[in-house]
Structure formats: structure tokens, C-alpha cells
């Protein structure tokens, strides 16, 4: 069945960094974009950043812009979130989510986009 797993979170000090991974299987990955979201305590679901299918396209929330990077492997079907420069404020669940349903050069952090999500992984910046 279709699956999306995130690892890679973790307990960071201002500043540090690390590199969230999330691995699909069961589908079709290529045919997928992939969108990295948050949610803090007390606080909605938010869109971080998104990869189109053809890695051609990207988008990133203006709070992360020039601190994370996004990318795919698509020979690995696994989408990466490397987040450097990390602040307290970036403490949250983080899920990656699948979308079969835009275009293949179409990277959107719109959550009624997406299908499938992963379970989420913890990712908390403190000193």
C-alpha cells in the first residue's frame, strides 16, 4: 500500500542543522509531488516548502526561505528537507505529503492538495 516515512528529526540547538528524509513506497513516485508541512502546538498545519514531480519546480514558506533546501531522488523515492540555520521557532511535527493531482511542473504547499501523508517526525530547536 501506498506509504510515506519521515525520519531525520530530532533535538537541535539554535543554529544546527538536520536533514529530514521522507521515504515513499507503494506508488508510482515520479508521478507525485511531495510537500514538507508543520504543525506546532496549539498551532494549524502549515506548508514549509514543495518539489514538483520533475524536481524542476520549488516553493518554500518566506519563514524558511535561504535556511531549507528541498530535493527528490527519485531513483530512491525519497524527498529530502535540509534545514540549516534552525530556530526555536521551527519546533513542530513535520510531514511529508503526496499529490498526484497537479501539474508535473506544479509545486504547491496548498493542503487540500494533498492525498497521502507520513506520520511525522519531531523536530525541536532549543538551548
Known amino acids: 500500500q501506498l506509504q510515506l516515512v519521515e525520519s531525520g528529526g530530532g533535538a537541535v540547538q539554535p543554529g544546527g542543522s538536520l536533514r529530514l528524509s521522507c521515504a515513499a513506497s507503494g506508488f508510482t513516485f515520479d508521478h507525485y509531488a511531495i510537500g514538507w508541512f508543520r504543525q506546532a502546538p496549539g498551532k494549524e498545519r502549515e506548508g514549509v516548502s514543495a518539489?514538483?514531480?520533475?524536481?524542476?519546480?520549488?516553493t518554500y514558506a518566506d519563514s524558511v526561505k535561504g535556511r531549507f533546501t528541498i530535493s527528490r531522488d527519485n531513483a530512491k523515492n525519497t524527498v529530502y528537507l535540509q534545514m540549516n540555520s534552525l530556530k526555536p521557532e521551527d519546533t513542530a511535527v513535520y510531514y511529508c505529503?503526496?499529490?498526484?493531482?497537479?501539474?508535473?511542473?506544479?509545486?504547491?504547499?496548498?493542503?487540500?492538495?494533498?492525498?497521502?501523508w507520513g506520520q511525522g517526525t519531531q523536530v525541536t530547536v532549543s538551548s
Open positions: 518539489i514538483s514531480m520533475s524536481a524542476g519546480s520549488t
Open positions: 505529503a503526496a499529490t498526484g493531482g497537479v501539474g508535473y511542473r506544479v509545486a504547491t504547499m496548498e493542503l487540500n492538495r494533498y492525498d497521502f
